[in-house]
């Protein structure tokens, strides 16, 4: 039946052409955005999803940043540490040096008293941002620092933030408020062989303001004995196996802090490369669907274009 009131085929294309118009719609807002999930009506779980990740490593990037502040801080300590350790070496040198009969001990001590001051600038200069993992003026032997290591999301959905701790109890060398919180201002004992016999000293390098050690500071006189200077020897020498210990703990700090900032950025790419595969859109699939779909619509309304003339056909009945 032919009816001038209904017509069911211009209807029935232009429900295809709607149909059509829509998925154009949709395929060009994916080609203009880059993504096919943009918002939560895209797709609501994948949205959910990739909010989440994208909040993550914001936080993530964070976390790379302290890591870079932390690896700064360990990097310093680092090189201050094994610049006094030159600078201790030297001491241990200078008093063999003294040994030697003859020598004008007082000249060697103006040069221990140079290098001595020289630990202080050294141990004083290691700051990075307020923080000195080499000297202190408090009375606390040392504290531990806390520097940001990770961002962990468990799998209850709980976050926490994870921490690389140092203790600088390992590290001070000078505390000039509490003599026993430096390995250069506490009491160091030592033995050592003098002739036949074995004996003990105790000295400290580096004289703290406060002053509460209690043993002889490593100072030469003319009137210095051999025996108290191998003693002196053996003690700075006990200071240098300490300090070579600290800045192995210090290089240890600074290798896992690195580790660690490489690793969160793998994971930051890696996880921005998930968020990808969830929401991106397949340029090379969508400019195929928009040239398919370019070529139904244009079908579509020459179909509209037919069904709409089939009406005019009634007119020839009246003629």
């Known amino acids: 039946m032919t009816s001038i009131m209904t017509n069911t085929s211009a209807l029935s294309a232009l429900s295809t052409l709607r149909s059509i118009s829509s998925q154009m719609d949709t395929t060009q807002s994916r080609i ?22 994208r909040s993550d490593n914001k936080a993530m990037s964070a976390v790379q940043d302290a890591l870079g502040m932390g690896a700064a801080k360990a990097d310093t300590a680092y090189t201050g540490m094994d610049s006094a350790i030159s600078v201790v070496s030297d001491i ?66 709980n976050v926490s933030v994870k921490t690389i701790t140092f203790d600088t109890t390992n590290s001070m060398l000078i505390n000039d408020a509490a003599a026993a ?22 000295y400290y390098l580096i004289s703290s303001a406060k002053g509460d050690a209690t043993s002889k500071e490593v100072t030469l006189t003319s009137s210095s004995s051999n025996d108290e200077i191998d003693g002196m020897v053996a003690s700075v020498d006990k200071m240098l196996t300490s300090m070579t210990d600290a800045a192995a ?71």
């Open 32 to 53: 203009s955005s880059g993504y096919k999930v943009k918002d939560a009506s895209d797709n609501a779980a994948y949205w959910s999803i990739a909010t989440t990740m």
């Open 92 to 157: 241990k040198a200078k008093l063999v040096a003294a040994r030697e009969p003859g020598v004008d001990k007082e000249k060697i001590n103006k040069e221990l008293t140079e290098l001595k001051n020289q630990l202080g600038s050294v141990a004083k200069s290691a700051s990075f941002n307020g923080e000195n993992w080499l000297y202190d003026s408090s009375e606390t032997a040392g504290t531990t620092q806390e520097m940001v290591g990770s961002f962990v999301r468990g799998s209850d959905g």
């Open 181 to 202: 919180g430096g390995l250069l201002t506490k009491d160091t004992v030592a033995t050592y062989a003098y002739g036949t016999t074995t004996s003990s000293a105790t």
């Open 249 to 319: 703990t210090v290089g240890a700090t600074k290798s896992r802090i690195e580790s660690q900032s490489s690793f969160a950025k793998d994971l930051s790419d890696t996880i921005e490369t998930g968020i990808g595969k969830l929401v991106d859109a397949d340029m090379n699939e969508e400019s195929t669907k928009l040239k398919a779909l370019q070529t139904q619509q244009q079908l579509g309304i020459q179909a509209l274009s037919i069904a709409n003339s089939s009406t005019e056909n009634v007119l020839s009945l009246f003629r």
